[in-house]
């Protein structure tokens, strides 16, 4: 197997991380977004809703939002140190029972990955300074 061939299968077996992430956009994750308008607010200083504010999620310690009563499965991830980095962001959106399996978060998850990649642009565009 020539050594190109061998990297650009190892590529399409490693997690959508780092240097081999899909590219998101951000404008078309307000779109994807909208849906979880129905729970979440994304504004800075905003109100938790059935959800918690997700401003600034991105890399944040997970269960940390202020004000907000989260699931207790969600609370014994966090002080496990769950943390909320594109990785876990990505497996959670795609699945959110895969990442807090006795979590309260009805949402069945979004099935392409290109939204998902979307969505995470969106959060990281949104975020506060």
């Known amino acids: ?8 299968a190892a590529a ?6 780092g240097a081999f992430a899909q590219a998101g956009d951000a404008d078309a994750g307000q779109r994807v977004f909208n849906q979880c ?3 979440h607010t994304i504004e800075a ?3 938790n ?4 504010n997700l401003n600034g999620v991105v890399n944040r310690a ?11 499965n969600l609370r014994e991830l966090a002080a496990g140190g769950l943390t909320w980095d594109e990785a876990t962001l990505a497996r959670y959106l795609a699945n959110p029972k895969d990442v807090v399996p006795r979590g309260t978060m009805s949402y069945a998850g979004l099935r392409q990955p290109q939204q998902i990649a979307d969505v995470i642009a969106y959060l990281q565009r949104s975020a506060a300074p």
């Open 12 to 17: 399409l077996m490693l997690p959508a991380t």
């Open 37 to 39: 308008r129905a729970c």
């Open 49 to 52: 809703g059935v959800g918690p």
């Open 62 to 72: 997970a269960g940390t939002r202020e004000g907000f009563r989260y699931s207790a």
């Open 1 to 8: 197997m020539r050594a190109s061939t061998f990297f650009a």
């Open 45 to 47: 200083g905003g109100r």
